[in-house]
């Protein structure tokens, strides 16, 4: 089985930072490339970031520019979501998800998703 379980968010203040995670487990994330979305009610989801499958190349949509920092560690079969200074718009669910021969922030390019997770910014 293909899965993706993300982890590390929860509640924090605006200008605060979290640290998502993106574990695979069932395949080896070595060979996909990873993208974090997320998704407001009322909202059309949102591709976030994405990194390629060495890590060498990465995206970041324009609002998570200068704040937002992906990276991986194949060795332990996870991506990460690094978040500075947060924003209240920057509330949602996050998923992560992966592809094998796809690249980019378009969500339907991605075949393997996880459940998502709550991150939540507000004083």
């Known amino acids: 089985q293909l899965q993706l379980v993300e982890s590390g968010g929860g509640l924090v203040q605006p200008g605060g930072s979290l640290r998502l995670s993106c574990v695979a487990s069932?395949?080896?994330?070595?060979?996909?490339?990873i993208g974090w979305f997320r998704q407001v009610p009322g909202k059309e989801r949102e591709g976030v970031s994405c990194?390629?499958?060495?890590?060498?190349?990465?995206e970041y949509a324009d609002s998570a520019k200068g704040r937002f920092f992906i990276s991986r560690d194949n060795h332990k079969n996870t991506v990460y979501l690094q978040m500075n200074d947060l924003k209240p718009e920057d509330t949602g669910v996050y998923y992560c998800?992966?592809?094998?021969?796809?690249?980019?922030?378009?969500?339907?390019?991605?075949?393997?998703w996880g459940q998502g997770i709550q991150v939540t910014v507000s004083s």
């Open positions: 998800a992966a592809d094998r021969f796809t690249w980019g922030l378009d969500g339907a390019e991605y075949d393997y």
């Open positions: 069932g395949f080896s994330l070595d060979y996909y490339v």
């Open positions: 990194i390629s499958e060495s890590g060498a190349s990465k």
